[in-house]
Antibody, heavy 124, light 114 residues
Framework: EVQLVESGGGLAQPGRSLRLSCVVS????????MHWVRQAPGKGLEWVSG????????GYAASVKGRFSMSRDNAKKSLYLQMNSLRVEDTAIYYC?????????????????WGQGTTVTVSS | QSVLTQPPSVSGAPGQRVTISCTGR????????????VHWYQQLPGAAPRLLIY???NRPSGVPDRFSGSKSGTSASLDITGLQAEDEADYYC???????????FGPGTKVTVL
């Protein structure tokens, strides 16, 4: 069974940092593009960041560029999102998501497996 | 303002057909240089999103054939035929933004089964 399990969410003050992790199982993690997608309370979906299978390409939404850093450890089948300089508007559920893209640096094939999400709340 | 536009809501009686449109403007779905695929996701209340259609018209295994997708030019659509109570959810279209270099989502459409 394919599983993506996020962790690391919680409450943080504006300007502080959090690091999200996602551990996967049930598929060949090191062959696929991966993403973080977030959803603010009562709002729609927002793509946050994506990383190619070999970490050769990493992309960010304009709203997080320069503050967030995405990485992966294929040996540990893990995905990470380092979130610095957090803002109130970063409050959201953060989903770890597998892309359909196989051994590609393209972010365009669709997202076929979603984790259950981890909640990040930024508040003073 | 999203580069993908969806109606905020659509509704239908059980058994009816509903269509959700997704209209894009450059730099998404279609530019002067490339065409980008559109994907659709269903999000039931309190749940994570689920892939419904990928590559404009392809259904992953396990998705009922009541759901179908199409794309023409800068517009795409999701059809739900034989509407059922369990189809009541939010539906999002997604494509690629060549300026962003990543995915973008439409604002979402709430489907209500009357």
């Amino acid at each position: 069974e394919v599983q993506l399990v996020e962790s690391g969410g919680g409450l943080a003050q504006p300007g502080r940092s959090l690091r999200l992790s996602c551990v996967v199982s049930g598929f060949s993690f090191d062959d696929y593009v991966m993403h973080w997608v977030r959803q603010a309370p009562g709002k729609g979906l927002e793509w946050v960041s994506g990383i190619s299978w070999n970490s050769g390409r990493v992309g960010y939404a304009a709203s997080v560029k320069g503050r967030f850093s995405m990485s992966r450890d294929n040996a540990k089948k893990s995905l990470y999102l380092q979130m610095n300089s957090l803002r109130v508007e970063d409050t959201a559920i953060y989903y770890c998501v597998k892309d359909i893209g196989y051994r590609t640096s393209s972010f365009s094939y669709g997202m076929d497996v979603w984790g259950q999400g981890t909640t990040v709340t930024v508040s003073s | 303002q999203s580069v993908l536009t969806q109606p905020p809501s659509v509704s239908g009686a059980p058994g009816q057909r509903v269509t959700i449109s997704c209209t894009g403007r450059s730099p998404s779905i279609e530019t002067n240089y490339d065409n980008y695929d559109v994907h659709w996701y269903q999000q039931l209340p309190g749940a994570a999103p689920r892939l419904l259609i990928y590559g404009n018209s392809n259904r992953p295994s396990g998705v009922p054939d009541r759901f179908s997708g199409s794309k023409s030019g800068t517009s795409a659509s999701l059809d739900i035929t034989g509407l059922q109570a369990e189809d009541e959810a939010d539906y999002y279209c997604q494509s690629y933004d060549s300026t962003l270099g990543g995915y973008i989502f439409g604002p979402g459409t709430k489907v209500t089964v009357l």
